[in-house]
């Protein structure tokens, strides 16, 4: 089973930087879903759900925040995302949970799948139960 691991994104360009994303190439999925995550203060918890589809990279464009993973098995994981040219990739059927977020955090998720609210496991227990069955 795939685990949660870090990927850096080249840099390009020589009067600022400029970040390229492909799906299937730079990314191990492709890419069907944008969406980000700000405004959240570091007591906000964000995430606190499992999919049973979805694969994410997660990319901290601004600012900073932690990226809490567990795969239901007893493997724990914390990344901290603080560059703009570095991410996260969580396969599916992992719990993430997203805090410590900085007052200028701008999280970019990007998503393999279509927005589905029946994939979400988002009761802990219920995805312990799964994660023994599977
Ligand atoms: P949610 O998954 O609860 O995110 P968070 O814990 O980070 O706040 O989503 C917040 C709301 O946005 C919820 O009403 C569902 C909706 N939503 C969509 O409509 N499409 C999407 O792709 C996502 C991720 C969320």
């Known amino acids: 089973m795939d685990k949660p691991y870090m990927l850096q994104f080249p840099q390009h360009g020589e009067r600022g930087w400029l970040v390229v ?3 299937v190439n730079d990314v191990p999925f492709d890419i069907k ?3 980000y995550i700000y405004g959240s203060d570091e007591s906000v918890i964000r995430g606190r759900h499992a999919n049973r589809k979805s694969e994410f990279v997660l990319i901290n464009v601004c600012g900073s925040c932690k990226v809490k993973t567990n795969d239901g098995r007893g493997n724990e994981d914390i990344f901290i995302l603080d560059k703009p040219h570095a991410g996260i990739y969580i396969p599916k059927l992992v719990w993430k949970d997203m805090y410590d977020f900085s ?3 701008i ?3 990007l998503a393999s799948e279509y927005y589905d609210p029946e994939e979400y496991i988002r009761d802990m227990d219920e995805f312990l139960s799964e994660m023994r069955e599977v």
């Open 33 to 35: 879903r944008i969406f």
């Open 103 to 105: 007052e200028d955090s």
């Open 107 to 109: 999280l970019l998720c």
């Open 21 to 23: 994303i492909e799906g």
